[in-house]
């Protein structure tokens, strides 16, 4: 494997369902992030790891649930969702936060809450 | 807080014409990238601008960051059908973290 993988590529999950999403980077970087986009909106940045430790928690519900357990893996665990979290959830990394880094996108994960 | 505006939303052009897509925002950025996205894939870099009046070109795509670096300009010369899809400026001001703008949706028809 090579870049950034995600798995799932896809998830239909009930609001009472508990599932996680997993993210893996194969460049050796040392930054992980979560994305959301839905349509019509902008990507929103959720959550962002640093070697990893949390930096950036941008009011993200707590139903969703961060796990950075080493610098390649990042999970998001879903628990209690809403309809409204139906969108497209994207992994990236990069070598270092400073915003000149590139961020390498995984290819996504897309979910559909019922 | 909509911090970066994309126009337009959506292009369609034939095969071989010329197109400008614009971002822009009343913020100042320290830097600003352009992505594209496929259809089922995650966004890729195509380049990141850091000076003011900066002009950078990537074969026939043409990037332009504004002179007070509030905004920018992506233009695409003799359009081809592989360049459909979603072009996404993101802008940094805060030093770590990357505002996305919602996108331009472009279709290239052969």
């Known amino acids: 494997e090579t870049g950034v993988t995600q798995t799932p590529r896809h998830l239909v999950m009930g609001m009472t369902n508990k599932k996680s999403l997993k993210c893996e980077q194969h460049l050796g970087h040392n930054a992980m992030y979560w994305y959301k986009q839905s349509a019509k909106k902008p990507l929103e940045l959720m959550f962002v790891?640093?070697?990893?430790?949390?930096?950036e928690n941008n009011s993200v519900p707590s139903r969703f649930s961060p796990e950075c357990p080493n610098s390649s893996h990042l999970f998001l665990h879903l628990h209690t969702l809403q309809p409204e979290d139906s969108a497209l959830y994207l992994c990236a990394s990069s070598q270092g936060l400073a915003g000149y880094n590139e961020q390498f996108f995984g290819p996504g994960t897309r979910l559909t809450v019922l | 807080t909509q911090l970066l505006e994309q126009s337009p939303q959506f292009l369609s052009i034939q095969e071989g014409e010329n197109l400008t897509v614009y971002c822009n925002s009343s913020s100042v950025f320290s830097s600003l990238q352009w992505y594209r996205q496929e259809p089922g894939e995650g966004p890729v870099l195509l380049v990141t601008v850091v000076t003011g009046g900066e002009v950078k070109k990537l074969k026939r795509l043409t990037f332009q960051f504004g002179d007070a670096r509030k905004d920018s300009s992506l233009h695409i010369t003799a359009a081809q059908p592989g360049d459909t899809g979603l072009y996404l400026c993101?802008?940094?001001?805060?030093?770590?973290?990357?505002?996305f703008g919602t996108g331009t949706s472009l279709t290239v028809i052969p």
């Open positions: 790891y640093s070697l990893e430790e949390r930096v």
């Open positions: 993101a802008g940094d001001y805060t030093g770590n973290q990357f505002y």
